[in-house]
């Protein structure tokens, strides 16, 4: 066998093993895509079920009615009520994040002032205490204010989070101080180069942070428990608990519920799913 035809049965084998790797990559995600799906399909279909149906396992009713949606939809005041409160907080809290968080950014990044680089510290350092910690502490300091049970409570702790802070930091350093010091000779103030420059050349990253934020706000679900205590203040991942038990004998209409509170965020994943995606990857940097 001369040196050429070994060589060629070598390039042969490897791309039948890069073959064989990608087929098993594809296999896993599909696998593990398909085991995501079928909760949710589970779900859909039993929200659409007929009670008579109810007995017996089948994956798609032989029957469709669209019964406990209409009947969630027209009835269920509660329901509403949790939407509205989900989207208030979720809504603030990520209008508050980008706008403290960009202006802590730019203050570590653009301003000179002393103490600014122990401050940036104590902000990555504060990624390795547990949120679980603070618990107990903060809910001490949101009852002697009177803000349990209120909106306040779900917002303003976490206006400054160290996540939003460090990834517009690692932003902001990029972009280039001549732009700054153009705007300075052409009398810009500190506030206008924030405001005109700074924010619209990040306009990707704060994106990204905000669906981020915004999705992260909305499935909140342990400090809500804990400083929610009227039925109608609860956001939908608290009150969704709460259906269970009114619910327990009838899984088509708890479905019917729990199937459209999950509707805002498939929505919201539907139309912005590229930023999400992009949200995802610079938080897994930094990691």
């Given at each position: 066998m001369?040196?050429a035809?070994?060589?060629?049965?070598?390039?042969?084998?490897?791309?039948?093993?890069?073959?064989?790797?990608?087929?098993?990559?594809?296999?896993?995600?599909?696998?593990?895509?398909?085991?995501?799906?079928?909760?949710?399909?589970?779900?859909?279909?039993?929200?659409v079920t007929?009670?008579?149906?109810?007995?017996?396992?089948?994956?798609?009713?032989?029957?469709?009615?669209?019964?406990?949606?209409?009947?969630?939809?027209?009835?269920?005041?509660?329901?509403?009520?949790?939407?509205?409160?989900?989207f208030i907080?979720?809504?603030?809290?990520?209008?508050?994040?980008?706008?403290?968080?960009?202006m802590?950014?730019?203050s570590?990044?653009?301003?000179?002032?002393?103490?600014?680089?122990?401050?940036?510290?104590?902000?990555?350092?504060?990624?390795?205490?547990?949120p679980q910690i603070?618990?107990?502490?903060l809910?001490?300091?949101?009852?002697?204010?009177?803000?349990?049970?209120?909106?306040?409570?779900l917002?303003?702790?976490?206006?400054?989070?160290?996540?939003?802070?460090?990834?517009?930091?690692?932003?902001?350093?990029?972009?280039?101080?001549?732009?700054?010091?153009?705007?300075?000779?052409?009398?810009?103030s500190?506030?206008?180069?924030?405001?005109q420059?700074?924010?619209?050349?990040?306009?990707?990253?704060?994106?990204?942070?905000?669906?981020?934020v915004?999705?992260w706000?909305?499935?909140?679900?342990l400090?809500?428990?804990?400083?929610?205590?009227?039925?109608?203040?609860?956001?939908?991942?608290?009150?969704?608990?709460?259906?269970?038990?009114?619910?327990?004998?009838?899984?088509?209409?708890?479905?019917?519920?729990l199937?459209l509170?999950s509707?805002?965020?498939?929505?919201?994943?539907?139309?912005?799913?590229?930023?999400?995606i992009?949200?995802?990857?610079?938080?897994?940097?930094?990691?």
């Amino acid at each position: 066998m001369s040196f050429a035809d070994t060589a060629k049965d070598l390039i042969d084998v490897r791309v039948d093993v890069q073959t064989l790797y990608e087929v098993g990559v594809y296999v896993v995600l599909y696998g593990l895509a398909l085991l995501w799906f079928i909760p949710l399909l589970r779900m859909f279909a039993l929200s659409v079920t007929p009670s008579t149906q109810l007995f017996g396992f089948q994956w798609v009713p032989t029957r469709v009615t669209l019964a406990f949606w209409i009947e969630t939809i027209t009835t269920s005041d509660l329901l509403g009520r949790w939407i509205l409160n989900t989207f208030i907080i979720a809504s603030t809290t990520t209008a508050l994040i980008v706008v403290v968080d960009s202006m802590v950014a730019f203050s570590l990044t653009r301003l000179e002032w002393p103490g600014r680089k122990a401050i940036l510290g104590i902000i990555i350092a504060s990624f390795m205490v547990p949120p679980q910690i603070n618990v107990i502490p903060l809910f001490t300091l949101i009852n002697r204010l009177g803000w349990v049970n209120s909106y306040q409570a779900l917002v303003f702790p976490f206006v400054a989070g160290p996540l939003g802070v460090f990834l517009l930091v690692q932003f902001f350093r990029d972009i280039p101080e001549d732009l700054e010091e153009s705007a300075r000779l052409d009398g810009f103030s500190t506030f206008r180069i924030y405001a005109q420059i700074i924010l619209p050349l990040s306009l990707p990253v704060i994106t990204a942070l905000a669906l981020f934020v915004f999705v992260w706000s909305w499935n909140q679900y342990l400090w809500p428990l804990i400083v929610l205590q009227n039925e109608a203040a609860y956001t939908l991942p608290v009150g969704a608990t709460t259906l269970q038990s009114v619910y327990a004998q009838e899984s088509n209409r708890l479905m019917a519920n729990l199937a459209l509170i999950s509707l805002p965020l498939f929505i919201v994943f539907l139309l912005f799913q590229d930023k999400l995606i992009s949200s995802v990857q610079m938080q897994a940097g930094t990691g």
